[in-house]
């Protein structure tokens, strides 16, 4: 068995104290004795929908323009509780303690600079972070404009590895309906889609190759979706077996139409993050638990994944490029 890295060790150290020395920690894990769950079952994978009151301020953030200018950053090391312990890592991020959390053990990874969220720039940290919390963690990055509560704030997220669906699921979902779009020798890239999630992943041993072969599907996603700014997605990544994996999420719209429906009969409050279209699904209210089925959940996916011509057409490109490109080890 792989040994625990050293900041794995220490992020296990962290929550333990914690949940004994922070009383709004102790009381956010508390909450995750009363979830609820249930189970909906689709080909070839699964979708879990948890009900969890905690997660209410996370799924209701306010993240316009308006809402962040008005409020202090709460990634901020100065504007942190005075409870909330951190450790640094590699100088320039945080390793904190997530006192709403969704996972068994729930982590946020600040930046210590407030610099907007933005992947393209910090890509490498989000290999960094999963192979140092490795093995136990799993590493996940919401857009700015895909889930992310704090914007205007460079960071990513971890929680309790196998906790969300897909990553157990994943190698299945690859094999029965993905297709490869680039090999290496070290290195696979597949465009997947389950009928539910369009996706990109990344395989390899050489960090420096995933993320030479990140930024050519970065630049053709961008010039694809037309978007002068990062286009939307959200990012699952671990590291195992001496290898990363990195799963990339196209998205083209934050929230489904139900999240702001009038009717409170039709609401339902579920505002899709990594999390969710990782596998579970966070309903903070106990009637939107109750009202969501599986046909629901699949009409809420579709609205906010990229659609099936526009994935097409994004693979095409990808393929494209990757010829043009000389990948090292390909």
Partial sequence: MKAKSRFTELAKTLIHDQKINWEQCKNGYA?????EVKVFHFENFSIKVQFNPGRMISTSAKVDAKSITERKCFLCKDNLPQEQQSLEYKDDFLILVNPFPIFPEHFTLPSLHHVKQNIENSFSVLLDFSKDLSPDYTVFYNGPRCG???????HFQAGTKNFMTIDHEYEQLRDRAGEKLLKGNSLAVYSIDDGLRKMISFE????????????????AYKESSGQTEEPMMNIIGSYQNEKW????????????????EKDQEKQIYLSPAAVDIGGVCVTPQGKDFALITKEKLKNIFAEVFIGTDSFQKLINDLRIEFEKSIIPGS
């Fill in 31 to 35: 909450t995750l004795d009363s979830i």
């Fill in 204 to 219: 390899g041993e050489s960090k420096l190759e995933i993320e030479k072969t990140f930024q050519i599907f970065y630049s």
């Fill in 148 to 154: 992310a509560s704090a914007p205007d704030h460079l």
């Fill in 245 to 260: 994996r990195t799963i990339v999420f196209l998205r083209k719209k934050h929230r489904p139409d139900v999240f702001f």
